[in-house]
């Protein structure tokens, strides 16, 4: 199971879901989370699915390349980090 | 016990009139939050505030109990698309309520220009697809902001069927069909933004506020980008207010609840500036139709006054005396007797984004 951290400025809006999901890439990681709180998924992505302008996800410490579908491939053991961008404001 | 909602780029604050004269009320609602714009659903008391994330999006929320506790709602969305533009909601820019025959629909516009309508309080969104499918849209384009919006939603209280859209920048919309079609007002708008034998096109216009009287709702005042226009036939066409002092660039606008030809602006120097004309706020008021104006002063900040009046940020009560403006510069002032003399409730607020009197 991979293990996601989310930015505290998120937890201010959102009560946020529990901290391991299953998933082989990105978004299947994200999406099982979101199951748990509709809302939260357009706190992160999109309309279209696509990751926010200015929400950054780090995958095992370097930023995801896909930030269209997040198909970044994820590992049992891997880390993911959802932070806000400083270019948000 | 009147009360003011003020929707500022740090949270939602209330303000009530006291024997002692206007007063903030309790802590601010979302706090740090930047508000876009509100609705007091003057048919149920359902208070609506959108909000704009910097980072995560632009969200709504709705409180049953005037704003003492607030619940998060599904904000309009779009519908997944594979194509790479596909648009994502980047601002709700207007709520609406519907119709006294429709209780729980609203309609909320938004940044890219579409138009949302609700039919149980805000619960789930359908997009006017019409709207959204009109090939004109292709042409609308962003003013202040990188897409164009719908900034007015107008209800025809004799038919809720009966609705009319401003657009910046994308001119006058109008429905007689609840949204099934839609064509093209604002006859008589003159652009000079764009090359001169073009100044007359439709859907090129800034209509930057509209709003339709509730005593008479074929009279809709409009301040547009190029000046104020008044329209006598429910938008489709308008004459422009000629000879408005000091300026008749602004983006505000109150029509008076009972008398249809009285109307507020608050003017600012022309577009490239965008500040009191000589750092002197004032209000202009006509009560004849638009034909003549008056500015008034009183109250009012008359020297280095830098305040700018944002569209949804003056406003006027059920009485049509209580009048309310509130600037970038984060300060608020309430005229009590239809804008003569004005009042600084505050000085110290964020910048002030939209206001709203309870009903």
């Known amino acids: 199971m991979a293990y996601v951290r989310f930015t505290s400025h998120l937890v201010r809006h959102r009560p946020l879901p529990g901290a391991e999901a299953e998933g082989a890439t990105v978004a299947q990681v994200l999406a099982a989370l979101f199951s748990q709180d509709d809302l939260l998924r357009g706190y992160v992505l999109d309309d279209q699915g696509r990751l926010r302008k200015h929400v950054n996800i780090y995958l095992d410490g370097r930023l995801i390349l896909d930030r269209v579908r997040l198909s970044d491939p994820v590992m049992p053991q891997s880390e993911i980090y959802v932070l806000q961008a400083l270019s948000g404001g | ?359």
């Open chain 2, 1 to 359: 016990m009147a009360t003011l909602w003020v929707g500022t780029r740090k949270g939602l604050f209330r303000y009530d009139e006291t024997s002692a004269g206007w007063q903030a009320a309790g802590p601010p609602a979302f706090l740090a939050q930047p508000v876009t714009v509100l609705l007091d659903d003057p048919r149920d008391g359902t208070l609506y505030v959108a909000l704009a994330h910097g980072h995560f999006g632009c969200k709504l929320h709705r409180s049953d109990d005037r704003g003492t506790s607030w619940r998060e709602l599904k904000t309009p969305a779009f519908a997944a698309s594979d194509a790479p533009d596909a648009p994502t909601v980047e601002m709700l820019w207007a709520l609406a309520a519907g119709g006294r025959d429709e209780p729980g629909v609203i309609y909320a516009g938004t940044l890219p220009g579409a138009l949302f309508r609700s039919e149980n309080r805000g619960e789930s969104w359908m997009i006017c697809q019409s709207l959204w499918d009109r090939p004109e849209r292709q042409r609308w384009f962003g003013a202040g902001y990188d897409h164009d919006g719908i900034h007015s939603i107008l209800i025809d209280p004799r038919d809720s069927a009966h609705i009319v859209l401003g657009v910046s920048v994308g001119g006058v919309w109008i429905t007689r069909d609840r949204g099934q079609t839609w064509d093209l007002g604002g006859r008589g708008f003159v652009a000079d933004y764009i090359p001169p034998e073009q100044s007359g096109d439709l859907v090129m216009q800034d209509p930057h506020l509209m709003v339709m009287s509730p005593s008479n709702p074929d009279r809709v005042w409009c301040q547009h980008h190029c000046g104020i226009y008044v329209s006598d036939d429910g938008g489709w066409s308008f004459r422009e207010c000629r000879d408005v002092a000091p300026s008749s660039f602004g983006f505000g606008v109150a029509v008076h609840p009972t008398d249809p030809d009285r109307a507020w602006f608050a003017p600012a120097r022309k577009d490239e500036v965008r500040i009191p004309v000589d750092g002197k706020l004032v209000v202009t008021q006509t009560r004849d139709g638009g034909h003549h104006f008056v500015a008034h002063d009183r109250g009012l900040p008359q020297r280095a006054a830098w305040d700018l009046i944002y569209r949804h940020a003056l406003v006027v009560d059920s009485s049509g005396e209580r009048i309310a403006m509130g600037s970038t510069t984060g300060s608020l002032w309430v005229s009590g007797d239809g804008g003569s003399q004005w009042h600084h409730i505050d000085a110290h607020l964020p910048p002030i984004a939209a206001l709203s009197f309870a009903p």
